[in-house]
């Protein structure tokens, strides 16, 4: 049987395989399908099922809403809270608003595409970070700031982008752990 | 009635009226970009920016109705300035080798910042990211040309109703192309070109073929002929600025034979050709039906236009068994040149090249469709757009307007008036009903002038039903019938009509589709612009063609019936279900990879 190279995030079925991913998908999609306006509520089920949204699933979306594949792209591609690309188990995210920008947040986010070697909207390839950039995390006074998940992190210094990524990096840091490294 | 005032002239129009149509009322024009008449504005460019007395800020007179009372200046200092900064904000980001550029002199962009005076652009700004896409064999898309005003999203979506094109992204990074900045060929494009009927600018243009002809013109191994479609002579005309609905036949042909085609001959040949099979095709399947009490497809779909063939191949391919077996007039021509034809001169397919001017990008990717060369090699060998032609003439040194007026060459030059109308919508069932009446019955199509007055003009689905009365003996099973028919153009349209069918509330025999609006006189390479006014001149130059022909009807051609003679026997034969039919096959909407 073909493994899924998908990293699904919903509970117990990492080792899904497209055929059974797409079917589940059927049945759920079929509660939207017929709601005026249930494209977008139906694609954020599925990045919720799904971690993220596949390229298959993008299709099967385009089909059964009777919407071409363009279209559903592109309703994917203007909202940033949809991604296409596999989501990491930890997500950083770090503030380019403009007090963590004149701060340094620009040379923080240097460091830690450096540090990861990806790019803004990328997923490493061990899948264990993505990153992403945000406005104001509404922690100005303590800028430059980053989150990894739900963890803020402040008066972030790049050199310190390696330590404060390791807590994550085998994905067992307690939230002690996390809350020393702030 | 609305009372406003624009530019100090007063003038009342109907309530709803935008800013824009009273200003054209009182002979003032606007400049537009994103505006695409007949469809909801959508204000993306603000290069329509007027003033309205009384409002804090300028109103995109596009999508602004007017209101009683109204007081607009449209030309004021700041109105110029707002528009003027559009303009400059869109060359900023554009890459403007307007030298290299394959709308050059035919751009609305240039036109415009040469009305506005601008002479130099004050914000230098960054570039849209270039993506020059030539995956399909119809379009090229050249995305650092694009001014997102997306035109092309809303012929392809509301139309089309394709939706292969549609914004990506956002903001500044916004592209407009297929699905994730993809090629066109990963989608479901149906190659029909009216996107690049409607871009202002040279961002989705024609793939330009013009260099293999004039290649095989010089080559003096080989034997050039062309065909020129029905709806290429009252369109072709305009590249030489003559109005709209001109005709330009006995001009065209000169032109051609002085560029140095060996044959000018007539697709409209293969439109009588077309009638003859189809006709015949249609009263077959009627006969199996009624007689034979047989399980037939119907009702059947009329397959001259390819971008119908491949919208049906992706979107109702349970009803591919309906479309026609015919292939197209263009394909039709093709064989029947390099079998027939290139045997009677004693010129091997090989060396004979056959070039088509077409109104059209998807015959582009019809004469490259792999099943297309029942003469061993490709039928058509390159399919240019009407632009293509005159840019052509041009190169050429022809004056085109001063040339006297040549004739077709025989044998595949000889048409009726039953192919002339062929170009517009409508026409191909009205050429089918005066013949297929008359093998029935007999007698002439009792109608005026062999008009079938139901479906002509631009309605977008049309009706008719014809009762069949006092039938010869052969045909005696359609006495009293009443045969009914359909008409559609414009995929939108196309596809509405072809619901009700399959829901079961359109009972109809017989459907004629055509991809573009108004049908091949509208089509995706014709000249720019396209409206309905346009549309409606180039329809009647297309039916004064039809009727100041002797033989209106397509079985009269003495040509056709020459040809039946020496090679097809008859219609529906052994040797024309080879060169002049053919098959078809579903699509995937997206590539799967
Ligand atoms: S699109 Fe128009 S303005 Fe742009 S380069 Fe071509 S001709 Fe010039
Ligand atoms: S050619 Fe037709 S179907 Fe293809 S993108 Fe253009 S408008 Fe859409
Ligand atoms: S491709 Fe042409 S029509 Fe489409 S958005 Fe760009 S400029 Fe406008
Ligand atoms: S033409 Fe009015 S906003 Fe573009």
């Known amino acids: ?182 | 009635m609305v009372h406003v005032t624009i530019n100090n002239e007063a003038i009342t129009v109907p309530a709803g009226t935008t800013i824009l149509e009273a200003a054209k009322q009182v002979g003032v024009k606007i400049p537009t970009l994103c505006h695409l008449e007949g469809q909801t504005p959508i204000g993306a460019c603000r290069v329509c920016l007027v003033e309205v007395e009384g409002a804090r800020t300028l109103s995109a007179s596009c999508a602004t109705p007017v209101a009683e009372g109204m007081v607009i200046q449209t030309h004021s200092r700041r109105a110029r300035a707002a528009r003027k900064m559009a303009v400059e904000l869109l060359l900023s980001e554009h890459d403007g080798e307007c030298q290299t550029c394959n709308r050059n002199q035919d751009c609305e962009l240039q036109t415009l910042a040469n009305e506005m005076s601008i002479q130099f652009v004050r914000y230098p700004g960054a570039r849209a990211r270039p993506i020059l896409d030539q995956s399909t064999p119809g379009l090229v898309r050249d995305n650092s040309k694009c001014i997102k005003c997306r035109r092309c999203v809303t012929v392809c979506n509301s139309i089309q109703a394709v939706g292969a094109l549609f914004p990506q992204g956002r903001g500044f990074d916004t592209v407009i192309g297929p699905a994730f900045t993809l090629d066109l060929d990963e989608v479901a494009c149906v190659q029909c070109g009216q996107c690049a009927a409607v871009c202002p600018v040279g961002a989705i243009s024609e793939r330009d073929h013009t260099a293999g002809v004039w290649a095989a013109l010089d080559d003096p191994q080989k034997y050039v002929v062309v065909q020129t479609a029905p709806a290429i002579r009252a369109a072709l005309g305009e590249c030489f600025d003559n109005e709209p609905g001109t005709l330009v036949t006995g001009k065209m042909v000169t032109a051609l034979r002085r560029m140095g085609f060996n044959r000018v001959f007539d697709t409209n040949f293969a439109a009588d050709l077309t009638i003859m099979e189809e006709g015949t095709e249609l009263l077959t399947r009627l006969k199996r039906a009624l007689v034979g009490k047989e399980e037939v497809a119907l009702p059947m779909f009329t397959s001259c236009s390819p971008g119908w063939i491949k919208f049906a191949e992706y979107y109702h391919p349970d009803f591919l068994e309906n479309l026609s077996t015919c292939k197209s007039p263009q394909q039709m021509f093709g064989a029947v040149a390099k079998t027939y034809y290139a045997s009677k001169i004693g010129v091997r397919p090989e060396d004979m090249v056959v070039v088509s001017i077409m109104p059209c990008t998807a015959k582009k990717f019809e004469c490259q469709r792999p099943e297309m060369n029942d003469s061993g090699v490709f039928d058509v060998d390159f399919a240019l757009t009407t632009r293509e032609l005159g840019k052509m003439i041009q190169e050429a040194g022809i004056d085109f307007n001063s040339l006297p007026d040549g004739k077709m060459d025989s044998i595949l030059g000889m048409s009726s008036g039953a192919a002339d109308i062929f170009a517009n919508t409508g026409g191909v069932m009205e050429a089918a009903l005066r013949t297929a009446y008359e093998i029935v019955t007999g007698r002439e199509l009792p109608l005026e002038n062999l008009h079938v007055k139901p479906l002509a003009g631009l309605e977008g689905i049309k009706l008719a039903a014809l009762r069949i009365e006092d039938t010869l003996p052969a045909w005696e099973f359609l006495d009293g019938v009443e045969l009914k028919v359909a008409v559609a153009h414009g995929l939108g349209n196309a596809n509405r009509l072809i619901h009700a069918i399959k829901d079961g509330r359109q009972e109809v025999h017989f459907v004629e589709i055509m991809t573009c609006p108004g049908g091949c006189i509208g089509g995706g390479g014709q000249p720019r612009f396209t409206n309905d006014e346009v549309r409606q001149k180039r329809i009647q130059a297309i039916y004064a063609e039809d009727e100041g022909k002797q033989l209106r009807k397509s079985h009269e051609n003495v040509e056709i019936q020459k040809v039946y003679e020496e090679f097809f026997g008859q219609p529906l034969s052994e040797r024309s279900h080879h060169l002049l039919h053919t098959h078809y096959k579903q699509r995937e909407l997206t590539k799967k990879k």
Do not use: W
């Open chain 1, 1 to 182: 049987m073909e493994r899924s190279t998908h990293a699904c995030a919903c509970a117990g079925c990492s080792e899904q395989n497209e055929e059974q991913m797409l079917a589940q998908l059927d049945d759920i999609l079929t509660d939207y399908v017929n709601k005026p306006g249930g494209l977008i509520p139906a694609m954020q089920t599925c990045q919720k099922m799904f971690g993220y949204l596949p390229k298959p699933v993008l299709k099967r979306i385009s089909e059964r809403f009777g919407k071409s594949y363009s279209e559903v792209a592109g309703v994917t591609s203007f909202y940033s809270f949809f991604s296409t690309v596999p989501r990491g188990k930890h997500m950083v995210r770090v503030c380019l608003g403009t007090a963590c920008y004149v701060r340094g947040g620009k040379e923080v986010l240097r460091a830690i595409k450096k540090e990861l070697a990806i790019d803004v909207g990328e997923t490493t390839a061990d899948r264990n970070f993505s990153l992403d950039v945000g406005r104001c995390f509404g922690a100005c006074g303590l800028a430059p700031v980053i989150m990894v998940d739900d963890d803020v992190h402040q008066r972030v210094k790049p050199a310190k982008i390696g330590a404060i990524l390791r807590l994550y990096a085998d994905s067992e840091a307690t939230p002690a752990e996390a809350e020393l490294a702030k």
